[in-house]
């Protein structure tokens, strides 16, 4: 079955939906109430693969909108006020001092092993 064709899913999802009626038919004859059919699970299983096939329908036929080139306005620089000049960007702090080495961390002293206790054996 070829599952890119929207012909092909139609007529699955009307081949389940005969074999939903058929077994809901079968289900009445027994004498069993609606209840009770809906908690079956053959029409459980048969309900599903029909809302599998109808969302298999719908991805065929979805289109990806068309989104059309909008041409942005070019951005119109702000005049520059007489009296100030323009700013070009603040220099950085670091780069006007140089940097100080770091001090090495004190250590902490390693912890002493406990001495292992010999295992002793059971007395047998």
């Not at 209840?35 to 048969?46: D, G, P």
């Not at 068309?66 to 950085?92: F, L, S, W, Y």
Request: glycine share 2%; aromatic share 0%; hydrophobic share 25%.
């Amino acid at each position: 079955m070829n599952a890119r064709k929207l012909e092909a899913r139609e007529n699955r999802l009307n081949r389940v939906k005969a074999q939903v009626e058929a077994h809901k038919k079968v289900l009445k004859e027994r004498g069993l109430d609606e209840k009770v059919i809906q908690k079956n699970s053959m029409m459980r299983h048969l309900l599903a693969e029909a809302r599998k096939v109808k969302r298999s329908i719908e991805s065929l036929q979805w289109e990806p909108p068309k989104i059309e080139q909008v041409e942005k306005p070019a951005k119109e620089e702000k005049p520059v006020k007489e009296g100030k000049p323009a700013k070009e960007g603040k220099p950085a702090k670091e780069a006007d001092q140089p940097k100080a080495p770091k001090t090495p961390k004190e250590k902490k002293p390693k912890k002493e092993e406990k001495p292992k206790k010999e295992e002793e054996a059971p007395p047998a």
